[in-house]
């Protein structure tokens, strides 16, 4: 009997020794819980304002502040270089993208073009040229005089300065076969020729590209100081 009665003290021992230790590992698995949470919530509420862009953007889209809304995240190392924050966001309109963006993804410094910027008092206009009058070397951040002759194929025709100067925002060449201009001279195609001016300029460059014919002087970039001939 006494074998029998120690034997059932111990088992209740060992009972309340599990007993004891589940309570206890349960307690600490809300408290790691509650400890994780708050952890958790505090990382998640260390983020800042970004700019992402608001619907599906194609490049070469010119970015308007339509364009673009704001989100949170949190950006660490090399990620918050590339984002952009919220305050940065006025300066963006007039940029061109130099890729596709889909709705609701950052927008990063990567995906700017490093071209001109087209301002809110600028249009881009396309003007046919002719490529044998543009320098080769033309690209896009130029700095061109658009000059206009008007009767080019008559004697005495009058040239004159349609603009002082304006940026070269694209520049295509036709890469076909050589025709023959209205005066028998051969002509290498046409070159079509993006140039950013003010809205104020457009007209005037309208009708020369339309009624003269148009060439493109290349200028120094600015603050360039000119050289002595030597």
Same mark, same amino acid.
């Given at each position: =009997?006494?074998?029998? +009665?120690?034997?059932?003290? *111990?088992?209740? &021992?060992?009972?309340?020794?599990?007993?004891?230790?589940?309570?206890?590992?349960?307690?600490?698995?809300?408290?790691?819980?509650?400890?994780?949470?708050? &952890?958790? *919530?505090?990382?998640?509420?260390?983020?800042?304002?970004?700019?992402?862009?608001?619907?599906d953007l194609p490049e070469g889209h010119v970015i308007t502040s339509?364009?673009?809304?704001?989100?949170?995240?949190?950006?660490?190392?090399?990620?918050?270089?590339?984002?952009?924050?919220?305050?940065?966001?006025?300066?963006?309109?007039?940029?061109?993208?130099?890729?596709?963006?889909?709705?609701?993804?950052?927008?990063?410094?990567?995906?700017?073009?490093?071209?001109?910027?087209?301002?809110?008092?600028?249009?881009? =206009?396309?003007?046919?040229?002719?490529?044998?009058?543009?320098?080769?070397?033309?690209?896009?951040?130029?700095?061109?005089?658009?000059?206009?002759?008007?009767? +080019?194929?008559?004697?005495?025709?009058?040239?004159?300065?349609?603009?002082?100067?304006?940026?070269?925002?694209?520049?295509?060449?036709?890469?076909? +076969?050589?025709?023959?201009?209205?005066?028998?001279?051969?002509?290498?195609?046409?070159?079509?020729?993006?140039?950013?001016?003010?809205?104020?300029?457009a007209e005037e460059l309208a009708h020369a590209s339309v009624n003269w014919t148009v060439t493109l002087a290349l200028l120094?970039?600015?603050?360039?100081?000119?050289?002595?001939?030597?």
């Open positions: =009997m006494a074998t029998s +009665a120690a034997s059932q003290g *111990w088992t209740r &021992l060992m009972t309340a020794g599990r007993i004891d230790g589940r309570l206890l590992l349960g307690i600490a698995l809300v408290a790691v819980s509650v400890i994780g949470g708050l &952890l958790l *919530w505090g990382s998640a509420g260390n983020t800042s304002p970004i700019v992402v862009a608001d619907k339509d364009d673009l809304a704001i989100s949170e995240l949190r950006a660490e190392g090399s990620l918050a270089a590339l984002v952009i924050p919220e305050a940065q966001l006025p300066s963006l309109v007039g940029h061109t993208l130099g890729t596709r963006v889909h709705a609701g993804e950052p927008l990063i410094r990567e995906d700017l073009s490093t071209g001109p910027v087209i301002g809110p008092d600028d249009v881009a =206009m396309t003007i046919p040229v002719e490529a044998d009058s543009v320098y080769p070397g033309l690209r896009s951040g130029d700095a061109v005089t658009v000059l206009g002759t008007a009767g +080019a194929a008559q004697a005495g025709g009058l040239t004159v300065t349609v603009l002082d100067r304006a940026l070269v925002y694209d520049v295509s060449l036709e890469r076909s +076969a050589a025709t023959i201009r209205s005066d028998g001279e051969e002509s290498r195609g046409l070159s079509n020729v993006t140039l950013v001016v003010g809205k104020d300029e120094p970039p600015d603050g360039a100081e000119p050289t002595e001939p030597e």
